[in-house]
Nanobody, 115 residues
């Protein structure tokens, strides 16, 4: 059984920064593509960033140059450093693990960007 637990969300002013963390339990972390998705009110869930075991990274165009995904395989943790935050980044952010079979999801952490 895989469990993903996110932390680090909160309220931040425009232009500010937050760092999200996702701690994974279970045995697939070292084999899985780890990613961050977000869902704003009234919108579909969308990919923010993902990182394969081999280190390939994909970012949504809207976050390129502002967000950085990283992973620490020794700690079974994936991070999302978010800089220069904008009001449109406001959403619930979800951690995702993709290997074989169904994806695993965390419970989500709220990020609100507002003055």
């Amino acid at each position: 059984q895989v469990q993903l637990v996110e932390s680090g969300g909160g309220l931040v002013q425009p232009g500010g920064s937050l760092r999200l963390s996702c701690a994974a339990s279970g045995n697939i972390f070292r084999l899985a593509t780890m990613g961050w998705y977000r869902q704003a009110i009234g919108k579909q869930r969308e990919l923010v960033a993902r990182m394969t075991v081999g280190g390939r990274i994909d970012y949504a165009d809207s976050v390129k140059g502002r967000f950085t995904i990283s992973r620490d395989n020794a700690k079974n943790t994936v991070y999302l450093q978010m800089n220069i935050l904008r009001p449109e980044d406001t959403a619930v952010y979800y951690c995702n693990a993709h290997f074989v079979g169904p994806d695993y999801w965390g419970q989500g952490t709220q990020v609100t960007v507002s003055s």
